[in-house]
Every structure is written in C-alpha cells, then in structure tokens.
C-alpha cells in the first residue's frame, strides 16, 4: 500500500520498498542502490556476502513489473564507486543491461559515482527536471519542488515494546528526501543535523514496513 | 611425596608464621614430575600462591640466559596486575633473580618491544593478549623456553568464547613448547571432567583438590512489611540490609543486574543517615572509578559495596564480614563464589544473607541453602567451542607463520573445546577465512589466505595480518556511549547503550554510577549530562544474556513446592500463598507440567509451570503464540519469568496436549527463530568475533570513509543466498545455547509428554499473580511484531495530536526517539 503525498503540484506515491512513484509521468525513483558495495568492503578486507547488487536489481525488477514506468530515475551513489560497475558479476550485469533497455534509465550523479557507470546502459546526467519538480543526489540550502536521497534518512520510533529503528522518506512541502534503496545502505538519523537543517519547520517521515508505510510528524 | 620447601621458602613461610599447605606441596609435587595441574580450590585457599610456587622454587636458582618460563593467563587485566604485585613482595624480600612484568591491552608500546626482544621470567597477561602474542611471526621463539602455563579462573573461562579462544592458545602453546606444563586454577565446580580436559589439552592431567573445611553459614532475611507478589529489585528490603550493614565491618551487597545496582544504591544512601562509606561497581562504570572502589576495599576504607558480578572474580580483598545477596540466586555454584567473597579464611564459615525480593524468589532461596548444604553443585557443562573463533584463530595463526591445514587440525582438536570438531567445520572455517566461503564465488582477488604449492596455507600480505591483530577478542559489545559530566575536565562516569541514550530528551532524569543526572545532550560517542534532576528518573537496562535459574536449582524449587512437609522452614505468608494455590488449584508436580486455563477481563489466560528460566519460557512463549494462532485462539501477547510463562488470547484455548505437543520444536521454530532479534543479536557478534566485519580498522581514525555494512542487512542478504553458510551456523549453534536454552525447553517438553495437568479455573490461582504483575515487560520481537508496534503508535500519536498536527508530541505521549 503507497502513501499519496501531493507535492509541487504533482500527485507523488511513497512506496513501502523505499521508491517514490509519480504516476502521472510514469517515472520511478529510487536513491542510493550503492551496486557493488559488498566487493567494496572485500577490497578493504571485509569478505562480506557477494549478492548485495544481485538483492537490489531485484527489488527493483520488482517495482518495474508493479509499476511499469516509461522513466526510472536512480538519485545517484548508484554504485559504490566508480569502478563499481566493471566488478557486477555477469548476471547482475545482464540483469541491468535489460532494465537499462527497456526504460528510460536516468543515472543522477552522485558523491560516490561522479563519472557516469560504464557499459550498464542510461543516462548520465547530473539532476534531472521535469514540470516542476527537481531530482538530485544531495539537497540544496533553500530549494523547492526538490526530490533528493544522498543521506539515507532513517528515523527511531519509541513504542509500547522498546525502539523501532527503519529506514524512511522525510519530506516536507518543499522537499523529499528518499531512503537508501541497496541491500547494504546504512542509514543516518533524521534528527541529526545534516538531515535537520533542511527541514527548519520539521516535516514527517515515512518509515518502511512489509506492507505500508507508517507515517509521524517530526 | 616430598614433605618440605626448600631453602629460601622455607625461611621466607617461618618468618610469616605460615607453614605450606598440603595442596601447595602436591602442586610442588606435580611439578617435579612434569604432570598437567588442575586445582579446584575454595576461594581464600591460597590458590594463587600454589600456582606459582613450583615455578618460583625452579627460578630461584639463576639461569644462564633468561627466557620466558611462566605464562600466567587470567580472565582480568585488573587481576594479571594485583597479582604482578602481590608476587613482587615475596621475591624482592627472598632476594629471587625473577622478572615479573604484565602484558595486556594497557601495556605500552615502548615495553612490549622490550618485552619480545628481552622478555622477562614471568609474564602475567590476558587470554586476548595472548593470542596477539601468538599471532607474531618470533612468536616461535619467544615461547621456546617456556616451562608453565598458568590459567587461573578456570571456571569462569571454559564454557565462553574466551575459554575457546584460550584453549586455542594453549593448544598452540603445547606445539611451539612441548614441554611446558599446564596449571589450572578453579573455583569448586560441578562439572570437573571438561575442565580436566581443558587443561589436559589432547595430554592427562591430574586433580587436585581441596576440600571446603567450613560450610557457609547462610541465612535468608525477610522484608519487614509484606513479601512483595512481583518485582525484582528488592528494594523493600532495603532498611534491613541497611541495619546489616551497620551490625558488620564490611559487606559486599551483590545483586543481578547493573539496574538494579543502581536502585538499590540510591535506596541505602536515604537510608544512610550516618553516611557511612558505601560505594557502588559494576561493570559499566569507567575502569578507574572502579579501580578506586576495589583500591578503598582493600584498604578497608568502606563498609559497604553494591556490586554486581563485576566483583565475582578478582582477589581476595580480606576483611569482608559478610555477604548480602539481594535477589534470586539463581544458582548454588553462583551463590558459593559470592559467599566465598567473604572471610577469606579457609578455617572458619563464610556469612551469608539472602535477601529475596518477591515470592518466588522466597523459593527459590530457601532451595539455594539447601543446595548449599547438599554441597549440591550446578551449572551447565561447557559445550564445544564457537566457529567464529575459530575462524579469528585461523587468521591469526597464518599471521604467524605458513601452516597446512592437516597440521592446523590436529592442533585445533587438542583445544578441548574442539576434541570433536569435525573437518567439515574445520575446512568450512578455513575457507570462510580464506575468501568469505561463498557458493557464488567473486573474491579471489581479495583472498586472506593464499595455498602455496605445498598446500601450506600462508596469509595473503601484511595488511591482512595487520587487520587481524588489531580486530582481536571475543567479547563484543553493544553500540556503547561514553557518560561524561559537561563541562571542561568533566569527569568520566562510565557507558550506557546507545539505544538507552536514545531514548532520552534535554533534561530528562536519570540514574547512574550512583548519581542523579540530568542529560544535557550527545556529542558523537559522548552523553554529556549534568548533576542534579527531578522527577522520577530512568535507569539504564542492559542487553545481552543474563543468566537463568539453573536447572538443579529450578528441580529443588519443584521438589519443595509440591510437598507440604518441607514448607516449615518458609516464612508464614509464603505459606499461606502455597496452601490457598493448593486448595484453589493445585501445586505443580516435581514432573509433569501443570497449566492454568482462566478467564479474566475479557480474555483467557494460560500459564504453564516450566520452572525452566527465563530463556527457554521466552521461546516457549513465541513458538505457544504461533500455534495458538493456528489453532484459532487469537494469541495478544505472553510473558515470560524464570518460573512461568502466560499468554493471553481473545478464545479459550482447548486443545491443551497439541499446544504442547513435542513437534513445537519443529519448523515453526527454525521459521519464528530466524526472524528474532535474538538471532540478528547473535549474528553480529558471530560476524565480529569471526573477521567478517571489523571492530577496528587502519587509518580509520583518520578517515571515516571506510566501508562498513550493518550485520542485519548482512544477515538478510546471507540469509537468503547460502542458510547453510559457515556463519550461520555458528550463528545457530550460539541462539541454541544460549538465549533460546531450546536444552531445556525440549527437557520440559519431554517431562510434560502425556503428564500435563489442566486446571480450568473461573478466576486467577495465587501462584499464577506474579506472572500477571509481570505482564508488559516482554520485548522480543520479530520484524512483523514490529510493524504492528508501529501501526499502534501511529494511531497513538495520530489521536493524541489530530492527523494534520506537525508539532511536536508533548512528554510522555509516544515518540519519536532522540527529539530534544
């Protein structure tokens, strides 16, 4: 079930996997996919599991066959690094191959993957606008109409049982911020201030669950 | 068997007054034979001094080139150097040519140098320690010499992933010094095979024990008022441990939780009108305040401490009068240990009070002192030993120097802890070390461990070994944040979870190293929070395992319970509370499983007499909820205690023998276990404890750009890819063990079969009103439990503040956390 959240003048979906949907123009937008951290970390030592790009291509397969958009725009960090898209494994490289053919398939640059990826397919652009709506990596001081992730928004919630802790959109009238949608992405407190400062008048969140979202002011 | 000390011992015991002990001879006497030692000794036996005296007696006569001849291992850094100390005095006034130095984490650089390129006689250090030293290529040479090993405290080690580590250690040991002996130093305990094998090491043996002359004299002091139905902290019987206190020179109060130490703290000081010294340890408290406590202890300059086991090891401060127990005991080998805390002499009884704080508990101390009288001892035999240390010992031993992997087995095997590895296991171990052990193999390039053409297996570059050294350890901790008073030069209290510093606002109260705070706000890894506050305040819980009531104390509980005849001894309200129960319903058998069916405010409630500890009554409760929902009873929620578990549904249930039907251990299981918290928990640890995410990194200082995962997304990811992974396994192995205690929920479920006693009952029976006092403190969860959690504090805040209001919810209301 999505969240209906009007903004700019458009009718946007919050999706509970963490991708927003705008209907009206058939786009798709997910942040932060971070493709190939898990070989990232094996070079610097840390031999985690191999299948983080394999888990997030397929969440997204997931959301391209519910959705069926025309655009997908990814908000940049799409891989871990620059060099992240020559170490996907052949499948997960075919995989992306396909989605990048059928769609039309926007990288939005990132801190981690300024150069465009190589060999996957897209577009490279470094934001995208379309009506009156602006889609970047990191929100700016004062913008408007701006769709953004970079900061992987996560928020803590006090219940009756002890402390939830989830991954979540936080948006405002002026500004959304997407969660990070790659198996491996951490996440930062909305409190904190890299997060706060571009919400001066607070905002809500919509932290994840298996079928929903759950929605607090902040 | 040799009668006497030689020479300057001799001399050096007459001018004290002593004379050594028959124990002291024997482990002499081992010595000059060459045998492996395990010493089971009560505390205050000199077990100490017996450990080291063959090693002294063999360095008194000044060798030609000093090497290192004695390793001594113990489980704290605090005790490697008190007994550094306490060593030192001897040997300087006997004029020995001995060079005792320590080695642990606080060891500066500037020594360790010195201390491989010249070490000294004796090195006093820690089981992590160790296995750093171990892990560097002269570690070969600098062990070659080595004549003894000493591990003291062995009880407490076996059985822990330390333990497991050690025993890896000392497996190595035996390779790089085949002739050096072994020495263990332990406590009485129950179960003295796996220790003699610990120490054996893939060898023999032999035992040596000393017998308890003076049994504890232990007495169970009640509350003034009424015995209270519920509760834990005890702090009703807080005047009476104060008058205690008074009456004696110096008492140890322990409790069971660091909470609790902080409680019943506060409460003694309202009562201390006379202001007498007491003070406060446990474990969260900063390193230096407590070295303060035990430093005042020692000199005798308090009357009383409030401590946790923070204080069950360490040495024998003296002068203790008594000891005060305030809570369950949970255990007799426990209790025996924090008795034996006070009058550290062997000859005369050790005094004890045990302090219960609710009814239960009555029970559960009076079959504690009989357990104690019984000499009845308990406690579970430790298992076999985690993969996860498995795979850090691996690294660490290719640090070293290049091995092959039928020799590394071999050795590994004579850990006693991995006597029955398999090589399965072992080559999964291997291989997860070598590069991540994966189906879908995608990290040559990145392997740890490289097999050169003779099969030797050699670590892949210096960084690796590097990182490895610097990511030692088996004890992980919980995300921790240092607690600081603001302010310029504010001193250092100690460490809270992050999870409780989340929980707080500006300005809240709360309650900790014995002060009443006011938390001010986080800075990085600081809370920084001022003295002072008002209002009720919280206090900090702590994860991780706390430990249930044994199995043998829980049997004596039963036993007792169900006979009449030996109730003379409990106090009168304690009595009147098991006879109405009898009479109402009916008490529950030594075997068989009793189970209460009422109704009550529109719900039915059922409780289960497990008397199984809490662990095994929490997954009991979990997998009872899940076929209760099949079963169409519509579970709302269950709590757990050591003694019972009650749930709570919307239908009656009435299929009561299916409900507790054997295969409740099946899939259901596997499936609920999963997705628990408890299992994430366990993961992380498996995942330090093994390298496959890092404590510490190089340069990580520095830069902050290192790339970490979190082990949930970690888990959820491995999870689906490869169930059988070596690192799920380990991690199943642990949940087994110990937060499941799924031992002791399939023996309830074996006692149970065809022995279940239903009593339908129109109201709540007297044994079952503490469990229901209890309901609300359950907190295991599982992802979907979470959402629902979620979905009622949205309704909450929705309804407390109009759909559309964005301001911030008032105090109390539900929230979010961190808002300040």
């Known amino acids: 079930m999505t969240a209906v959240f009007h903004f700019g003048g458009e009718m946007l979906q919050l999706d509970p996997a963490g991708a927003l949907v705008w209907p009206a123009a058939r786009v798709l937008v997910v942040a932060d996919l971070h493709l190939e951290k898990g070989s ?47 170490r996907l494994s052949p499948t997960d490289a075919a995989t992306l191959h396909r989605m990048t053919s059928a769609v039309d398939f926007i990288w939005v640059k990132g801190n981690h993957d300024p150069g465009p990826p190589q060999g996957v397919g897209g577009t490279a652009v470094a934001e995208w606008i379309s009506a009156r709506l602006c889609f970047r990596h990191q929100a700016a001081t004062g913008a408007t109409g701006e769709i953004s992730g970079h900061f992987h928004p996560k928020a803590r919630v006090v219940t009756r049982a002890g402390e939830v802790v989830r991954p979540c959109f936080m948006a405002d009238g002026r500004k959304i911020m997407l969660p990070a949608f790659g198996a491996y992405t951490g996440g930062l407190d909305v409190r904190a201030a890299a997060i706060a400062s571009h919400f001066p008048r607070g905002g809500r969140v919509f932290l994840l669950g298996a079928q929903r979202l759950f929605s607090f002011p902040v | 068997m040799p009668g006497t000390l030689p020479e300057p011992f001799a001399i050096w015991f007459a001018a004290r007054g002593w004379a050594a002990r028959p124990h002291q001879l024997a482990m002499l006497a081992a010595a000059e034979a060459g045998e492996n030692v395990l010493l089971i000794a009560p505390t205050g036996g000199g ?3 017996a450990g080291f005296l063959p090693s002294l007696v063999a360095l008194a006569t000044p060798r030609e080139k000093p090497r290192l001849h004695t390793l001594y291992v113990s489980p704290l850094k605090a005790l490697a150097t008190d007994i550094a100390r306490n060593l030192t005095a001897p040997v300087t006034q006997m004029g020995l040519p001995i060079r005792i130095e320590t080695r642990t984490g606080d060891t500066p650089a500037d020594r360790r140098k010195r201390q491989r390129e010249n070490p000294p006689d004796m090195l006093l250090t820690t089981p992590e320690s160790l296995a750093l030293l171990l892990s560097l290529e002269d570690a070969p040479a600098m062990f070659a010499a080595l004549a003894c090993v000493i591990v003291d405290e062995v009880h407490a080690l076996a059985g822990t992933k330390r333990g497991d580590q050690l025993a890896l250690c000392l497996a190595r040991l035996a390779t790089l010094a085949p002739a050096a002996r072994r020495v263990g130093l332990s406590a009485t305990i129950a179960h003295r095979a796996p220790l003699l094998a610990y120490i054996a090491c893939g060898a023999a043996a032999r035992l040596i024990e000393v017998a308890e002359s003076a049994p504890p004299q232990i007495s169970m002091m009640l509350p003034e008022q009424k015995i209270a139905w519920s509760g834990r902290m005890g702090l009703a019987s807080a005047s009476a441990v104060m008058k205690r206190i008074r009456a004696a020179g110096m008492t140890i109060v322990f409790v069971n939780t660091r909470a609790q130490a902080e409680l019943l703290f506060q409460e003694l000081w309202r009562l201390n009108e006379e202001t007498l010294p007491i003070a406060l340890h446990h474990g969260s408290l900063d390193i230096a305040q407590r070295r303060r406590v035990e430093a005042a202890m020692a000199e005798g300059a308090l009357r009383a401490v409030v401590a946790t086991s923070s204080l069950d090891l360490g040495i024998d401060w003296g002068g203790v009068d008594q000891v005060i127990q305030v809570g369950a005991p949970k255990g007799t080998a426990r209790l025996l240990q924090r008795v034996g805390r006070a009058n550290h002499r062997m000859d005369e009884p050790s005094l004890a009070v045990l302090v219960p704080a609710n009814r239960f508990e009555v029970l559960e101390c009076e079959a504690a002192i009989s357990g104690v009288a019984a000499r009845e001892l308990d406690g579970d035999a430790p298992g076999p030993g985690g993969l996860d240390v498995l795979a850090q010992h691996l690294l660490l031993m290719a640090s070293c120097r290049p091995y092959l992997p039928d020799d590394m087995f071999d050795e590994v095997r004579r850990a006693a802890p991995y006597a029955a590895l398999s090589r399965q296991d072992f080559d999964d171990a291997l291989r997860f070390v070598e590069d991540g052990g994966y189906a879908l193999s995608h990290y ?10 003779q099969g030797m297996i050699h670590v892949a570059n210096a960084r690796v070994a590097r990182q490895a050294r610097m990511n030692i350890g088996t004890i992980v901790e919980m995300p921790l944040l240092k607690v600081r008073i603001a302010g310029r030069g504010g001193m250092a209290l100690g460490e809270v979870e992050e999870s409780f510093a989340n929980g707080l606002r500006e300005g809240d109260t709360f309650m900790f190293a014995g002060r009443l705070l006011v938390f001010l706000r986080i800075r990085e890894i600081t809370l920084e929070c001022a003295e002072g506050g008002t209002g009720t305040p919280a206090v900090p819980a702590y994860g991780g395992t706390r430990m249930s009531l044994t199995t043998n104390l829980a049997a004596r509980v039963r036993a007792m319970l169900h006979d009449p005849a030996r109730w003379k001894t409990l106090p009168d309200q304690v009595r009147e509370w098991l006879a109405m129960q009898a009479e109402r319903s009916e008490l529950p058998a030594p075997d068989g499983l009793l189970v209460e069916i009422f109704p009550r405010e529109q719900k039915w409630y059922l409780v289960a007499y497990g008397f199984e500890g809490r662990n095994a009554h929490q997954t009991l409760g979990m997998l009872l909820t899940r076929r209760m929902e099949r079963f169409g009873y519509a579970p709302l929620g269950f709590v757990a205690t050591e003694y019972v578990i009650g749930v709570w549904s919307a239908n009656e249930p009435l299929d009561i023998d299916g409900l507790f039907n054997h295969d409740l251990l099946g899939e259901d299981l596997e499936l609920w276990m999963a997705e628990t918290s408890m299992l994430r928990r366990t993961f992380r640890n498996v995942a330090v404890i093994s390298g496959l995410v890092e404590r510490h990194h190089p340069g990580a200082e520095k830069n902050r750009r290192q790339v970490t995962v979190n082990t949930d997304l970690i888990y959820n990811v491995l999870r689906k890819h490869q169930p059988d992974h070596v690192l799920l396994r380990a991690t199943w192995a642990d949940a087994r063990g110990g937060l499941t205690d799924l031992g002791r929920l399939n023996q309830m479920l074996d006692r149970a079969h065809g022995r279940i006693r239903v009593q339908r009952l129109d109201r709540v029976s007297p044994l079952a009103v503490p469990v229901l006092l209890d309901i609300g403190r359950e907190s295991v969860r599982t992802p979907a439990d979470e959402d629902s959690l979620l979905l009622e504090t949205e309704e909450l805040v929705a309804e407390a503040l109009g759909t559309v209001a964005m301001a911030p919810p008032k105090r109390r209301a539900p929230r979010l956390a961190g808002a300040r």
């Open chain 1, 40 to 86: 990232a970390a094996a070079r610097g030592g840390q031999l985690v599991p191999p299948w983080d790009s394999r888990v997030t291509l397929e969440r997204l397969t997931l959301l391209l066959r519910r959705y069926a958009p025309r655009t997908v725009v990814a908000l940049g960090d799409s891989f871990h690094d620059d060099k992240g898209a020559s």
């Open chain 2, 47 to 49: 077990k100490t001094l």
């Open chain 2, 444 to 453: 040559e390039r990145w392997r740890k461990l490289f097999r050169d053409s």
